[in-house]
Protein backbone atom coordinates (compact mmCIF):
# COMPACT_ATOMS: atom_id res chain seq x y z
CA UNK A 1 0.00 0.00 0.00
CA UNK A 2 1.28 3.28 -0.62
CA UNK A 3 2.14 5.60 2.13
CA UNK A 4 3.47 9.30 3.04
CA UNK A 5 6.94 8.99 3.19
CA UNK A 6 7.92 11.53 5.72
CA UNK A 7 6.63 14.79 7.32
CA UNK A 8 8.24 17.08 4.81
CA UNK A 9 7.43 20.79 5.98
CA UNK A 10 4.81 22.40 8.80
CA UNK A 11 3.05 25.95 8.25
CA UNK A 12 2.70 27.36 11.79
CA UNK A 13 0.41 30.56 12.22
CA UNK A 14 2.24 32.80 14.81
CA UNK A 15 1.10 36.19 16.32
CA UNK A 16 4.67 37.21 16.87
CA UNK A 17 6.72 36.67 14.25
CA UNK A 18 9.91 38.51 15.76
CA UNK A 19 9.71 36.25 19.16
CA UNK A 20 9.52 33.69 16.98
CA UNK A 21 12.65 34.25 14.93
CA UNK A 22 14.02 35.02 17.96
CA UNK A 23 13.20 31.55 19.25
CA UNK A 24 13.69 29.65 16.22
CA UNK A 25 17.24 30.50 15.84
CA UNK A 26 18.50 31.60 19.06
CA UNK A 27 17.01 28.90 21.30
CA UNK A 28 16.24 25.76 18.49
CA UNK A 29 18.97 26.44 16.45
CA UNK A 30 17.05 26.57 13.45
CA UNK A 31 18.55 28.96 10.13
CA UNK A 32 16.60 32.09 8.92
CA UNK A 33 16.19 31.52 5.48
CA UNK A 34 14.61 34.61 4.60
CA UNK A 35 10.91 35.81 4.08
CA UNK A 36 8.62 35.44 1.23
CA UNK A 37 6.94 37.90 -0.34
CA UNK A 38 4.02 38.20 1.75
CA UNK A 39 6.20 38.10 5.13
CA UNK A 40 6.25 34.13 5.76
CA UNK A 41 9.75 33.59 7.44
CA UNK A 42 11.24 30.24 6.49
CA UNK A 43 13.42 27.93 8.57
CA UNK A 44 15.48 25.85 7.42
CA UNK A 45 17.12 22.57 9.02
CA UNK A 46 18.90 20.61 6.51
CA UNK A 47 19.07 20.51 3.00
CA UNK A 48 15.63 21.45 2.45
CA UNK A 49 14.82 24.93 1.18
CA UNK A 50 12.69 25.17 4.64
CA UNK A 51 10.95 22.62 7.08
CA UNK A 52 9.09 25.12 9.07
CA UNK A 53 7.28 28.36 7.52
CA UNK A 54 5.90 30.74 9.60
CA UNK A 55 2.77 32.68 8.76
CA UNK A 56 1.81 36.41 10.91
CA UNK A 57 -2.00 34.65 10.91
CA UNK A 58 -2.42 34.82 14.80
CA UNK A 59 -3.78 31.38 15.51
CA UNK A 60 -0.46 30.65 17.41
CA UNK A 61 -1.59 26.55 16.15
CA UNK A 62 -0.48 24.71 13.19
CA UNK A 63 -1.98 26.33 9.93
CA UNK A 64 -1.13 23.15 7.25
CA UNK A 65 0.49 19.56 7.28
CA UNK A 66 3.16 18.88 4.41
CA UNK A 67 3.28 14.81 3.84
CA UNK A 68 5.89 13.81 1.21
CA UNK A 69 5.70 11.08 -1.15
CA UNK A 70 8.51 10.01 -3.96
CA UNK A 71 7.19 11.26 -7.25
CA UNK A 72 3.78 12.01 -9.08
CA UNK A 73 2.87 8.24 -9.03
CA UNK A 74 2.60 8.41 -5.07
CA UNK A 75 1.16 11.29 -5.22
CA UNK A 76 -1.63 10.16 -7.86
CA UNK A 77 -2.00 6.77 -5.68
CA UNK A 78 -3.12 8.35 -2.82
CA UNK A 79 -5.12 11.59 -4.03
CA UNK A 80 -6.78 8.56 -5.62
CA UNK A 81 -7.59 6.52 -2.27
CA UNK A 82 -8.31 9.96 -0.61
CA UNK A 83 -11.41 10.40 -3.11
CA UNK A 84 -12.13 6.79 -3.09
CA UNK A 85 -12.38 7.49 1.15
CA UNK A 86 -14.97 10.26 0.16
CA UNK A 87 -12.26 13.17 1.13
CA UNK A 88 -12.45 16.24 -1.38
CA UNK A 89 -9.31 16.57 -2.75
CA UNK A 90 -8.07 19.69 -4.47
CA UNK A 91 -5.06 19.47 -6.88
CA UNK A 92 -2.63 22.52 -5.34
CA UNK A 93 -1.77 25.32 -7.96
CA UNK A 94 1.07 26.22 -9.65
CA UNK A 95 1.32 29.46 -7.29
CA UNK A 96 0.90 27.71 -4.04
CA UNK A 97 3.38 25.12 -5.42
CA UNK A 98 5.86 27.99 -5.88
CA UNK A 99 5.55 29.27 -2.20
CA UNK A 100 5.66 25.88 -0.97
CA UNK A 101 8.87 25.46 -2.80
CA UNK A 102 7.76 21.88 -3.93
CA UNK A 103 7.11 20.28 -7.70
CA UNK A 104 3.62 19.26 -6.95
CA UNK A 105 0.87 18.96 -4.07
CA UNK A 106 -2.35 18.24 -3.29
CA UNK A 107 -4.71 19.89 -0.47
CA UNK A 108 -7.51 18.81 1.90
CA UNK A 109 -8.57 18.72 5.41
CA UNK A 110 -7.89 15.65 7.89
CA UNK A 111 -10.80 14.25 9.69
CA UNK A 112 -10.51 17.02 12.56
CA UNK A 113 -10.48 20.09 10.01
CA UNK A 114 -6.44 20.71 10.09
CA UNK A 115 -5.10 21.55 6.77
CA UNK A 116 -2.66 19.02 4.92
CA UNK A 117 -1.09 18.60 2.28
CA UNK A 118 1.08 16.24 0.32
CA UNK A 119 3.87 16.89 -2.12
CA UNK A 120 6.63 15.67 -4.26
CA UNK A 121 9.86 17.13 -5.54
CA UNK A 122 10.83 19.45 -2.48
CA UNK A 123 13.30 22.27 -3.78
CA UNK A 124 16.92 21.24 -1.85
CA UNK A 125 19.93 24.12 -1.64
CA UNK A 126 22.70 21.05 -1.65
CA UNK A 127 24.84 24.58 -2.72
CA UNK A 128 23.88 26.22 0.40
CA UNK A 129 23.97 23.84 3.52
CA UNK A 130 22.17 24.34 6.42
CA UNK A 131 24.42 26.84 8.78
CA UNK A 132 22.85 26.24 12.45
CA UNK A 133 23.54 29.76 14.25
CA UNK A 134 24.12 28.01 17.47
CA UNK A 135 27.17 25.66 17.53
CA UNK A 136 25.05 22.50 17.79
CA UNK A 137 25.99 19.58 15.85
CA UNK A 138 22.53 19.42 13.61
CA UNK A 139 19.01 18.03 13.45
CA UNK A 140 18.38 13.84 12.88
CA UNK A 141 16.03 14.62 9.30
CA UNK A 142 16.98 12.65 6.01
CA UNK A 143 14.35 10.49 5.26
CA UNK A 144 13.29 10.20 8.90
CA UNK A 145 11.71 13.33 7.76
CA UNK A 146 11.36 16.78 9.94
CA UNK A 147 10.83 15.21 13.85
CA UNK A 148 7.15 14.73 15.09
CA UNK A 149 4.15 16.31 15.70
CA UNK A 150 1.39 15.79 18.67
CA UNK A 151 -2.29 16.83 17.48
CA UNK A 152 -4.96 17.11 19.46
CA UNK A 153 -8.06 15.16 17.59
CA UNK A 154 -12.07 15.10 18.09
CA UNK A 155 -12.00 11.49 17.82
CA UNK A 156 -8.99 8.84 18.09
CA UNK A 157 -10.67 6.56 16.03
CA UNK A 158 -12.15 8.59 12.99
CA UNK A 159 -8.18 9.68 13.08
CA UNK A 160 -6.65 6.48 13.56
CA UNK A 161 -8.68 5.09 10.27
CA UNK A 162 -7.54 8.03 8.19
CA UNK A 163 -4.05 8.59 9.00
CA UNK A 164 -3.56 4.43 8.80
CA UNK A 165 -6.08 3.17 6.25
CA UNK A 166 -6.03 6.28 3.75
CA UNK A 167 -2.61 8.00 4.35
CA UNK A 168 -1.07 4.54 4.58
CA UNK A 169 0.79 5.00 8.18
CA UNK A 170 1.59 2.18 10.49
CA UNK A 171 1.21 2.18 13.97
CA UNK A 172 4.12 1.71 16.49
CA UNK A 173 2.34 1.83 19.57
CA UNK A 174 -0.18 3.61 22.38
CA UNK A 175 0.26 5.09 25.13
CA UNK A 176 -2.34 4.58 27.97
CA UNK A 177 -1.91 7.07 30.31
CA UNK A 178 -4.07 5.67 33.16
CA UNK A 179 -3.63 2.08 32.51
CA UNK A 180 -5.07 -0.41 30.41
CA UNK A 181 -8.57 -0.38 31.41
CA UNK A 182 -9.18 3.01 30.61
CA UNK A 183 -8.17 6.61 30.51
CA UNK A 184 -6.56 8.59 28.39
CA UNK A 185 -4.99 7.31 25.05
CA UNK A 186 -2.26 8.27 22.30
CA UNK A 187 -1.63 6.65 19.58
CA UNK A 188 1.85 6.74 17.57
CA UNK A 189 2.15 6.68 13.93
CA UNK A 190 5.53 6.14 11.73
CA UNK A 191 6.06 6.48 8.10
CA UNK A 192 9.80 5.59 8.13
CA UNK A 193 12.61 4.47 10.52
CA UNK A 194 11.27 7.50 12.74
CA UNK A 195 9.16 5.81 15.88
CA UNK A 196 6.76 8.29 15.30
CA UNK A 197 6.61 11.49 12.71
CA UNK A 198 2.90 11.79 14.20
CA UNK A 199 0.88 10.97 17.69
CA UNK A 200 -2.71 12.18 18.47
CA UNK A 201 -5.11 11.79 21.39
CA UNK A 202 -8.68 12.87 21.68
CA UNK A 203 -8.82 16.64 22.81
CA UNK A 204 -11.47 19.21 23.58
CA UNK A 205 -12.25 21.13 20.24
CA UNK A 206 -11.50 24.53 22.28
CA UNK A 207 -7.96 23.07 23.00
CA UNK A 208 -4.85 24.28 20.15
CA UNK A 209 -4.66 21.31 17.43
CA UNK A 210 -0.79 21.35 17.99
CA UNK A 211 0.33 19.83 21.43
CA UNK A 212 3.96 19.75 20.23
CA UNK A 213 6.62 19.90 17.62
CA UNK A 214 9.87 17.39 18.00
CA UNK A 215 13.25 18.07 16.66
CA UNK A 216 16.09 15.91 17.15
CA UNK A 217 19.52 16.51 17.32
CA UNK A 218 22.69 14.25 16.59
CA UNK A 219 24.24 15.01 20.21
CA UNK A 220 23.33 14.85 23.39
CA UNK A 221 25.34 17.45 24.58
CA UNK A 222 23.40 20.10 22.27
CA UNK A 223 19.68 18.75 24.23
CA UNK A 224 21.84 19.44 27.90
CA UNK A 225 23.45 22.44 26.12
CA UNK A 226 19.82 24.02 24.69
CA UNK A 227 18.12 22.93 28.21
CA UNK A 228 20.54 25.33 30.44
CA UNK A 229 20.39 27.70 27.20
CA UNK A 230 16.88 28.00 27.80
CA UNK A 231 17.36 29.15 31.64
CA UNK A 232 19.72 31.91 30.42
CA UNK A 233 17.20 33.11 28.05
CA UNK A 234 14.01 32.71 30.02
CA UNK A 235 12.60 30.19 27.75
CA UNK A 236 9.86 28.38 29.99
CA UNK A 237 10.68 24.75 30.38
CA UNK A 238 7.53 23.11 30.55
CA UNK A 239 8.48 19.32 31.08
CA UNK A 240 12.45 18.56 32.22
CA UNK A 241 14.98 15.48 31.07
CA UNK A 242 13.48 12.96 30.76
CA UNK A 243 13.62 9.67 28.33
CA UNK A 244 10.19 8.28 26.92
CA UNK A 245 9.09 4.96 27.45
CA UNK A 246 8.48 4.10 23.25
CA UNK A 247 10.80 5.98 21.04
CA UNK A 248 13.37 6.11 23.89
CA UNK A 249 13.74 9.30 23.40
CA UNK A 250 15.65 11.34 26.07
CA UNK A 251 14.10 15.07 25.75
CA UNK A 252 12.89 18.30 27.54
CA UNK A 253 10.18 20.68 26.37
CA UNK A 254 10.21 24.16 26.26
CA UNK A 255 7.04 26.65 25.76
CA UNK A 256 7.46 28.58 22.36
CA UNK A 257 6.29 31.79 21.52
CA UNK A 258 2.89 30.59 20.51
CA UNK A 259 1.96 28.51 23.97
CA UNK A 260 2.45 25.58 22.38
CA UNK A 261 5.69 22.98 23.44
CA UNK A 262 8.60 22.04 21.54
CA UNK A 263 10.50 18.81 22.04
CA UNK A 264 14.60 18.94 21.52
CA UNK A 265 15.57 15.38 21.84
CA UNK A 266 17.99 13.08 20.97
CA UNK A 267 18.81 9.01 20.51
CA UNK A 268 15.25 8.03 19.78
CA UNK A 269 15.27 4.03 18.60
CA UNK A 270 13.81 3.71 15.20
CA UNK A 271 11.43 1.61 13.70
CA UNK A 272 12.58 -1.41 11.00
CA UNK A 273 8.89 -2.20 9.43
CA UNK A 274 10.21 -5.85 8.71
CA UNK A 275 9.74 -6.69 12.52
CA UNK A 276 8.26 -4.16 13.87
CA UNK A 277 4.89 -5.18 16.49
CA UNK A 278 2.75 -2.86 18.17
CA UNK A 279 3.27 -2.21 21.69
CA UNK A 280 1.50 -0.64 24.56
CA UNK A 281 2.93 2.07 27.20
CA UNK A 282 0.94 2.86 30.43
CA UNK A 283 3.66 5.69 31.20
CA UNK A 284 5.60 8.21 29.22
CA UNK A 285 8.21 8.52 30.48
CA UNK A 286 11.05 6.03 31.66
CA UNK A 287 12.28 8.87 33.89
CA UNK A 288 11.89 12.13 34.28
CA UNK A 289 9.51 14.42 32.01
CA UNK A 290 9.06 16.28 35.35
CA UNK A 291 6.84 20.06 35.50
CA UNK A 292 9.38 22.06 36.93
CA UNK A 293 6.27 22.40 39.70
CA UNK A 294 6.89 18.64 40.54
CA UNK A 295 10.61 19.23 41.17
CA UNK A 296 11.86 18.74 44.72
CA UNK A 297 12.52 22.96 46.03
CA UNK A 298 16.41 22.64 46.83
CA UNK A 299 18.18 21.38 50.04
CA UNK A 300 20.20 23.84 52.35
CA UNK A 301 23.32 24.07 51.17
CA UNK A 302 25.68 21.35 52.14
CA UNK A 303 29.34 21.19 51.91
CA UNK A 304 30.45 20.71 48.32
CA UNK A 305 33.58 19.32 47.11
FE1 LIG B 1 7.09 14.11 21.39
Not at 103 to 126: H, K, M, R, S, W
Not at 186 to 213: I, V
Amino acid sequence: MSSVTQLGYLGIGVSDLVAWERFATQTLGLQNNGHDADGTLFLKMDEYHHRFALHTNGSDDVMYVGWEVANEQALQALSARLQAAGVKVTPGSAELAGARRVVELITFNDPNGIATEIFYGPLVNFDAPFASPRAISGFETGTQGLGHIVLGVDDLDDSLHFYRDVLGMRISDFIQLSGVAGGRRMAFFHCNPRHHSLAFMAMPKTSKRLRHFMLQVRALDDVGVTYFLCQDQGVPVVRGMGRHTNDHMVSFYMQSPSGFEVEYGWGARVVDDSTWQVQQHTRGSIWGHRPPSAQPAPQPAVARV
